[in-house]
């Protein structure tokens, strides 16, 4: 694409392989406009122009929601959004580097990469790739003793903390949420659970979370008081059939539409409850059953 050259919508729609009307919506709806004005008075794309198109294109294909896409394209100091995508390293690599700064207890250098990756992919479009090996391999560095527990402390906090921020800055909080998330009821893991609500928060729906080891009795209070539409119930470890938890959801499965995440549901079976194996899939099942 050599500089100087001007583009029509129709040549942007064609280039981008993108409907023109979608070219014509993301300019009207988000800002995405040409720069360019001929002697004819007719506006028209430049390089710079389309090249941010390509990457809202790319950024809308990975999860994230064209509002939030678009204030990426748009920001003040991402002058060449393409090079900002693609100086990524690959998920193998980029966990590595991460694990790296974790061991020196570099926060500022772990918040840096983990901004700069959900910037580019979302959350939606992170965690499964990117995020979940790198976290794995914090856990097998610490369990074979070449990593110190406040490493892996230090990352996780980091990581949280950039999750429940993002769903504040997205999620406009003036409607009650029509999700409720927990983790089982002795499960110490939160994150998988926050990740979701950011990725939710993404696609602008909003979800409640009640935390980790949130007891079955209180699940059930809660749902009966707000009436949500889905219920998601994270759990690593694997849940006996039969037990209280198991009892409950039962139970709701009559009032609510479950969705059960983590590999502690692997053998388990609830009547009309759906199982995600990872994020992609339970933001899937979640955004299917909000639109039910």
Do not use: K, N
């Not at 809202?56 to 003040?76: F, H, K, N, S, Y």
């Not at 900002?84 to 990469?113: F, N, S, T």
Request: proline letters at 7%; a neutral charge.
């Amino acid at each position: 694409m050599p500089p100087g050259v001007v583009w029509s919508v129709g040549d942007v729609a064609s280039a981008l392989d993108l409907p023109a009307s979608t070219v014509r919506t993301w300019e009207r709806r988000y800002g995405l406009a040409p720069s360019v004005r001929t002697p004819g008075g007719h506006r028209r794309y430049d390089t710079a122009d389309v090249e941010r198109m390509r990457l809202m294109q790319r950024l809308v294909g990975q999860g994230v929601a064209p509002a939030e896409a678009a204030r990426t394209v748009l920001r003040d100091d991402l002058l060449q959004p393409a090079a900002a995508v693609l100086r990524l390293e690959g998920p193998e690599q980029w966990a590595v580097d991460v694990v790296r700064a974790g061991r020196v207890l570099d926060a500022r250098r772990i918040r840096a990469m983990l901004h700069e990756l959900v910037d580019a992919r979302g959350v939606g479009g992170s965690w499964d790739e990117y995020l979940v090996p790198m976290l794995r391999r914090l856990g097998e560095d610490w369990a074979c003793g070449s990593l110190g527990v406040e490493s892996e402390h230090l990352v996780s906090d980091v990581l949280l903390t950039m999750l429940r921020t993002r769903v504040e800055t997205l999620v406009p909080g003036d409607a009650p949420p029509s999700i409720m998330m927990a983790s089982a009821e002795d499960d110490q893991h939160s994150l998988p659970v926050v990740a979701l609500q950011a990725a939710l928060a993404e696609r602008g729906i909003e979800a409640h979370v009640f935390g980790q080891r949130l007891p079955a009795a209180a699940l059930a209070t809660v749902v009966a008081r707000t009436q949500p539409q889905a219920v998601f119930v994270w759990a690593s470890m694997p849940r006996p059939t039969g037990d209280r938890l198991h009892r409950v959801l039962t139970a709701l499965s009559a009032q609510a539409r479950i969705v059960l995440g983590g590999p502690g549901w692997e053998h388990t079976t609830i009547p009309q409850a759906r199982h995600a194996r990872d994020l992609s899939s339970a933001l899937a099942a979640l955004a299917a059953e909000i639109a039910y």
